[in-house]
């Protein structure tokens, strides 16, 4: 059974940091592009960041560019978001998900496989 689960999520005040993990299991997705969305009430699932592979240098949203890092551990099967400089309009879910096509990596119609989001609140 395929299964992405993300962590360490939390509650945290602005100019914070928090760093979040996807852990996979059930196939191996070392070739996949592996992203992380977020989904704020109300609003419409959006891209914050992915990572090809390889790994190196990750892919973000203009709106989290210079704050947040994606990385990876292909032997682990386990994927990071460092997040910092928190701010309240970062407070969402957010997602883990896989894209074994590797096309639109910013679309979340393009990935096949989704985590149960973790919920991360920035206070002011």
């Known amino acids: 059974q395929v299964q992405l689960v993300e962590s360490g999520g939390g509650l945290v005040q602005a100019g914070g940091s928090l760093r979040l993990t996807c852990t996979a299991s059930g196939r191996t997705f070392s070739r996949d592009v592996m992203g992380w969305f977020r989904q704020a009430p109300g609003k419409e699932r959006e891209f914050v960041a992915a990572i090809r592979w390889s790994g190196g240098k990750g892919l973000y949203a203009d709106s989290v560019k210079g704050r947040f890092s994606i990385s990876r551990d292909n032997a682990k099967n386990m994927v990071y978001l460092q997040m910092n400089s928190l701010k309240p309009e970062d407070t969402a879910v957010y997602y883990c998900?896989?894209?074994?096509?590797?096309?639109?990596?910013?679309?979340?119609?393009?990935?096949?496989?989704w985590g149960q989001g973790t919920q991360v609140t920035v206070s002011s």
């Open positions: 998900a896989a894209n074994p096509s590797g096309y639109s990596y910013y679309t979340p119609g393009s990935y096949d496989y």
